[in-house]
């Protein structure tokens, strides 16, 4: 995935007009478009592959099954058409190495979730967090997601694995996190949801927060 906006946007809406019409007015501004289960449920896999015409699609299945289970699902994502998908590492290194092994097949990329970005993702999984970070790090993912929400975390996971993973971050906007923060601590993309689906023009509110995420990085 190439780094440019540093931005993700996240596409949770539930009509396949509406997200077609957000991804053709906001696709410059993002490196890539997540989709989770609102939009596939709402709408079918097919969507997938009409919204890759805009930007490489992140499959958002927070995939936590058996290996066996991991490994048909991601076998479905990656045919729909998905670049990348995002599992959970608290399953174990069996069920996240059957995920990358399936991923790498098809040259395709996996995500592991470290620590949710919400309030509750400070309760369980937060003191797990560290050792899914070095798991995946062995494993061989392509990064982790790790919270907006909590840029001091971000930067504590990225102690961890260096530069070796990239970091996704969702919790920019609707859930407090403030995108020039979390890429100061060491997120490669931010993830953005509500704040641009939702608003009066997501095309203007895409290019405010890239922008934000432009000046940080250039020291402005
Ligand atoms: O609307 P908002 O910007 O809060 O959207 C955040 C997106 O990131 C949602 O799709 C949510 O499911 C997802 N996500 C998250 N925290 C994680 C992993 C994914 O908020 N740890």
């Known amino acids: 995935m190439e780094r440019n906006t540093c931005m993700i946007l996240?596409?949770?809406?539930?009509?396949?007009?509406?997200?077609?019409?957000?991804?053709?007015?906001?696709?410059e501004f993002v490196d890539a478009i997540k989709?989770?289960?609102?939009?596939?449920?709402?709408?079918?896999?097919?969507i997938i592959r009409e919204l890759?015409?805009?930007?490489?699609?992140?499959?958002?299945?927070?995939?936590?099954?058996?290996?066996?289970?991991?490994?048909?699902?991601?076998?479905?994502?990656?045919?729909a058409g998905a670049d990348a998908i995002i599992v959970q590492?608290?399953?174990?290194?069996?069920s996240l190495d059957a995920c990358i092994e399936i991923a790498s097949e098809y040259r395709k990329d996996v995500f592991v979730v470290s620590e949710m970005s919400?309030?509750?993702?400070?309760?369980?999984?937060?003191?797990?967090?560290?050792?899914?970070?070095k798991i995946?790090?062995?494993?061989?993912?392509f990064g982790l997601v790790a919270p907006a929400t909590r840029p001091e975390r971000v930067k504590k996971i990225r102690k961890i694995i260096g530069d070796k993973l990239t970091i996704i971050s969702p919790g920019v906007g609707a859930?407090?996190?403030?995108?020039?923060?979390?890429?100061?601590?060491?997120?490669?993309?931010?993830?953005?949801?509500?704040?641009?689906?939702?608003?009066?023009?997501p095309k203007e509110a895409?290019?405010?927060?890239?922008?934000?995420?432009?000046?940080?990085?250039?020291?402005e």
Do not use: M
């Open 10 to 27: 996240a596409l949770d809406v539930t009509d396949r007009e509406e997200a077609l019409k957000i991804a053709e007015d906001v696709w």
């Open 118 to 133: 919400h309030p509750g993702g400070a309760e369980f999984l937060q003191p797990a967090a560290e050792a899914i970070a």
């Open 52 to 79: 890759a015409e805009f930007a490489p699609i992140i499959a958002d299945f927070k995939v936590a099954d058996i290996p066996n289970t991991n490994r048909l699902i991601c076998d479905q994502v990656f045919e």
């Open 175 to 201: 859930q407090g996190g403030k995108a020039s923060d979390v890429i100061a601590a060491g997120a490669d993309w931010v993830i953005v949801g509500r704040s641009i689906y939702k608003a009066e023009s």
């Open 136 to 141: 995946a790090l062995e494993a061989g993912a």
């Open 89 to 94: 590492g608290f399953t174990g290194r069996d």
């Open 35 to 46: 989709v989770g289960y609102p939009l596939v449920l709402a709408t079918g896999l097919d």
């Open 206 to 219: 895409a290019c405010e927060i890239a922008e934000e995420i432009r000046a940080e990085l250039c020291g």
